[in-house]
């Protein structure tokens, strides 16, 4: 039972009507990245209406969350945290089977068998299908009413976006910094000279937009019939090399770099190349870049995980030519952080009817996790980090977790709960004698499930794990090499990173009844 003061409080918070709108109390779900999914349909990467057969799955066995990672146009990039643009989907992920018109798809049986993804290849595939879509059904697409009503919509960000994918093609995808003059610094002046290639570029890229959008809301729609959640994941920083920075220069400290100081585990610090926000340019123009932003993700999401919610408070900038140690924090001034986070935070509540969850994970002050408390915003708890580090460094009981947070087991960033507890034998071993447990270096199933049993039935209000970590439970359902489970190293480049994809079919993820099993017992009460 949730106590009536726990709820009382979070309907008197600034997040208040966000929670009321979805309900204040125990939701659980899975998360996932578009990519690794993979159906009988899909060709090499997992599609938008891939996810449509998940929504009654879930909500089936008692979940009512499905979490995704960043779904921006990420141009030929495979790191989804690595946008073009703040506001376009990626066309990579397009369902080419349920296209309008039911186009004939040429056999992709071989992309799809691939274990990892082949971000060439399959990028490759679909823009000459969908080109040769365009030329076929373009003209009949622009003429519907719905398209025009989607151009009209997403204005703010639609031609310019358009105008920048165009240029980048056409420029062999050199970043805006090395274009021509005329191009890098184009004149809205000059719209109306624009050559017939780009405008035929710019047709392209908005037909590809239409779609995009119209198959993630579609999923949306079906998420709302079912009483399913769908929560977005929405990074702090954008590219420098995005169609945001190259129209909105003046929003953007370009003279900086986003990173982190020095810390044990990183002891020179970290430089992430992204630019930083000019907060009193944003405040100037009433912050509308941020606000149309989150207008937009709300078509398509429910909820949003806030990437680095500690960098609205304080931000660690760092001179361009200089070393990630010799960076400072912005604003300078400490006693600025909270009522500079906070202000920014009411703005992202009153930009959407969507309940931002922060990642607040690392180092972070205090003072900042009691202030998003206070708002009713949510951070997260990873199981295996929860410590008393400041005294005797025991694991904290998961019950104990504040209601306004959400519980996971691991994030696309960390290692899977079997490799942590395989590779990390000191803190694995802490847990299970905290527990009372018999440590082994293999992960048994029956502690496996009593990890996740408890991810589910702590203090939070919010218990989503990677789906994963539900796979893992049934023999057969997870690559046989538990590294092969990971979806991201931070820090490092590797043709492994993003390119995980699940062992099973969505199909037969599905009609497991294994599975669906196990999953009901791990939130039965």
């Known amino acids: 039972m949730i106590e009536t003061s726990i709820i009382h409080n979070i309907k008197k918070s600034a997040a208040g009507q966000h929670w009321q709108r979805i309900g ?15 159906s009988f349909l899909s060709c090499g990467i997992g599609e938008y209406p891939d996810l449509l057969p998940l929504i009654p799955w879930v909500r089936s066995i008692g979940f009512d969350v499905i ?50 993804i ?99 809301e579609s999923v949306k729609q079906s998420a709302d019939a079912h009483g399913v959640y769908i929560k977005g ?39 992430w190349g992204f630019p930083l926000y000019s907060w009193e340019q944003m405040a100037i123009k009433s912050y ?38 010799l960076g400072h924090y912005i604003p300078e001034n400490q006693d600025e952080w909270i009522p500079h986070g906070k202000q920014l935070m009411q703005v992202m509540l009153d930009a959407s009817g969507m309940l931002p969850i922060g990642e607040d994970l690392g180092t972070i002050p205090p003072e900042v996790r009691t202030c998003l408390r206070s708002l009713g915003i949510c951070g997260t708890k990873v199981v295996r980090w929860e410590r008393s580090w400041n005294t005797d460094k025991q694991y904290i009981d998961p019950k104990n977790y504040p209601p306004e947070s959400m519980t996971t087991v691991s994030t696309h960033d960390s290692e899977t709960l079997a490799e942590w507890w395989k590779n990390q034998t000191n803190e694995a071993m802490d847990y299970a004698a905290w527990h009372g447990w018999t440590y082994t270096p293999e992960l048994k199933r029956d502690l496996r499930e009593k990890i996740i049993y408890e991810s589910h039935h702590s203090g939070s209000l919010f218990h989503i794990n990677l789906l994963q970590e539900y796979l893992a439970l049934i023999p057969g359902m997870t690559w046989e090499n538990i590294d092969d489970e990971r979806i991201n190293i931070p820090g490092t480049i590797s043709d492994r990173n993003w390119t995980y994809r699940f062992r099973p079919f969505i199909e037969e993820i599905i009609a497991n009844p294994d599975l669906q099993a196990a999953m009901r017992d791990v939130i039965r009460v």
């Not at 310019?160 to 995808?173: C, E, G, P």
């Not at 190259?246 to 020179?268: C, I, N, V």
């Not at 606000?291 to 995980?305: F, G, I, N, P, V």
């Open 24 to 38: 204040i109390k125990h939701h659980h779900g899975i998360v996932l990245p578009l990519f690794s999914l993979k």
């Open 67 to 116: 979490q995704l990672l960043p779904l921006n146009d990420t141009g030929r990039e495979s790191s989804p945290y690595n946008a073009l643009s703040a506001f376009a989907l990626n066309p990579i992920h397009l369902g080419l089977h349920q296209l309008p018109f039911s186009p004939e798809v040429p056999n992709c049986s071989s992309l799809n068998q691939r274990k990892k």
């Open 118 to 216: 082949n971000y060439p290849e399959v990028y490759a595939f679909k823009d000459s299908f969908l080109r040769q879509y365009n030329a076929k059904y373009g003209d009949q697409l622009k003429e519907k009413a719905d398209y025009q009503s989607f151009k009209n919509k997403a204005a703010f960000w639609l031609f310019d976006y358009a105008r920048y994918k165009s240029f980048k093609v056409l420029q062999n995808w050199k970043p805006w910094e090395e274009w021509f003059p005329i191009l890098r610094d184009f004149p809205q002046s000059l719209e109306s000279e624009l050559s017939d290639q780009v405008v035929k570029e710019m047709d392209y890229q908005i037909l590809l937009q239409y779609l995009c959008f119209h198959q993630l």
């Open 233 to 271: 994941d929405i990074p702090i920083l954008i590219n420098r090399d995005s169609s945001d920075v190259w129209r909105y220069r003046q929003l953007f400290l370009l003279e900086f770099s986003a990173g982190a100081p020095p810390d044990m585990y990183a002891k020179e610090g970290q430089k």
């Open 288 to 325: 509308q870049w941020w606000c149309e932003r989150l207008h937009t993700a709300s078509t398509c999401y429910h909820l949003y995980r806030l990437d680095h919610i500690v960098g609205f408070f304080r931000i660690w900038a760092i001179p361009l030519a200089l070393a990630p140690q």
